[in-house]
């Protein structure tokens, strides 16, 4: 287990969770867990079929039945989740739509507002009633942006895909902060938004650029994609932040980040190097993103189910 250090890490009291483990950044971040002697819930929907491949992915580190256990939750039946998050000391939603588009009048629930709106925000309304102090969402780079080329190829391929994630953001966010403003204040988000990503080797944390004011583009490689979201659940500095994230060479005037807390730090400030030797400081209102209300357009004033939104699917 972590213990604090100087840059207000802290032990965790729990299991990580991992929603959406058995492939991409959700494996990753099961890896790492492992990696770094953390115990891991994997929250599948089919734990007999996840966890031959997460085995298999772990099997460099031999035994690890002691820091892997198993939980059967769908994201598309809120009923099942609590139960599943519970006892965590954090959650991380890497779950993602299968499928793009979906045909009149089928069933098929593996589509962006099932899964990357509605399926997050049942995730985090369970973690939020029960007590969970993080909730991780992976997003995606450019979510806000609709004429980058990544948001528009997309929206267009994966059936509106950014714009049910940006969704996802706001019901997420407008959850954790109504429970934490009644329950309990050391609750809170991260919403990560990485670029296109890479099947490649992590480059660490002298290798990641970080931004808050949705500025960035490229690509990055999952692994540091799932090492973000695990130490954002282990950092302080990183709780309420959403923040964008590529691969590059850090310079400037400004010494590299070696932690994650260093760039979660950075990213709080507004103090952060952004590329081959450019950097930027005072980013303005943007540099912390408090990832304001959506009560109106999602959920009420209740946390307990969002409404669909007026989007077509």
């Not at 965590?88 to 089928?106: E, H, K, Y």
């Not at 650029?209 to 490689?221: A, C, E, N, R, W």
Request: charged residues 20%; proline residues 6%.
């Amino acid at each position: 287990m972590r213990e604090k250090s100087s840059n207000r890490r802290f032990t965790t009291h729990g299991p990580i969770g991992v929603i959406g483990c058995s492939r991409g950044v959700g494996l990753k971040c099961v890896e790492y867990l492992v990696k770094n002697n953390l115990h891991c819930r994997a929250i599948c929907r089919d734990p007999a079929a996840a966890e031959p491949a997460i085995r298999t992915a772990l099997q460099s580190y031999g035994d690890c039945s002691k820091l892997v256990s198993f939980v059967c939750a769908d994201v598309t039946q809120p009923s099942t989740l609590p139960a599943a998050v519970r006892g965590c000391c954090g959650v991380i939603f890497a779950a993602s739509a299968t499928v793009g588009w979906r045909l009149p009048f089928s069933e098929q629930k593996d589509t962006p507002p099932f899964v990357d709106y509605e399926g997050a925000v049942a995730a985090a309304t369970a973690a939020a009633s029960e007590a969970v102090p993080r909730f991780v969402l992976v997003s995606s780079l450019a979510v806000t942006r609709p004429t980058h080329l990544l948001h528009m190829v997309r929206n267009s391929m994966e059936g509106r895909i950014m714009d049910w994630k940006l969704l996802g953001e706001q019901g997420v966010a407008q959850v954790y902060s109504t429970v934490a403003a009644t329950r309990r204040e050391d609750m809170g988000v991260v919403i990560v938004r990485p670029g296109s990503l890479l099947d490649e080797a992590p480059r660490g944390p002298p290798g990641i650029l970080v931004d808050t004011d949705d500025t960035l583009s490229g690509s990055i490689t999952r692994a540091d994609v799932a090492a973000l979201c695990v130490e954002s659940v282990l950092c302080d500095d990183a709780k309420n932040l959403t923040f964008e994230c590529v691969n590059g060479q850090q310079g400037g005037n400004f010494p590299r980040c070696q932690r994650f807390e260093d760039l979660f730090h950075a990213a709080r400030s507004g103090f952060l190097p952004l590329s081959d030797g450019m950097s930027c400081t005072g980013l303005g209102s943007a540099a912390v993103s408090q990832i304001g209300p959506a009560a109106a357009l999602l959920c009420g004033p209740s946390v307990a189910a969002p409404c669909r939104p007026t989007l077509a699917d």
